[in-house]
Nanobody, 117 residues
Framework: VQLQASGGGLVQPGGSLRLSCVAK????????IGWFRQAPGKEREWLSC????????YYTSSARGRFTISRDNAKNTMYLQMNSLKPEDTAVYYC???????????WGQGTQVTVSS
């Protein structure tokens, strides 16, 4: 059982990236999914989540308007589309899937995003 993250890399300011997390060994359908990030020397920061119980999406102020969380149930994959990237978005990005009954909580291994010219 794991979440396998990918899609990070080096991008110029103003550019875009799409992060992916494939769920293996379980089905994302019944999980609330979320994205977090951790910059060097800082605490892990919540960015966005999709609540499976009500199909609502939520964003932190730094992500709202630039980042979009989504899920493809057929591919058992969750995404974070990131646009208008800024140098301060540089961090390791983590995906998370938590079952609606809170019994299961899985994290991806993290993928590095670097925004620099």
């Amino acid at each position: 059982v794991q979440l396998q993250a990918s899609g990070g890399g080096l991008v110029q300011p103003g550019g875009s990236l799409r992060l992916s997390c494939v769920a293996k060994g379980f089905t994302l359908d019944y999980f609330t999914i979320g994205w977090f990030r951790q910059a060097p020397g800082k605490e892990r920061e919540w960015l966005s989540c999709f609540d499976s119980s009500n199909s609502n999406t939520y964003y932190t102020s730094s992500a709202r308007g630039r980042f979009t969380i989504s899920r493809d149930n057929a591919k058992n994959t969750m995404y974070l589309q990131m646009n208008s990237l800024k140098p301060e978005d540089t961090a390791v990005y983590y995906c998370r899937a938590r079952s609606t009954n809170y019994a299961y909580d899985y994290w991806g291994q993290g993928t590095q995003v670097t925004v620099s010219s």
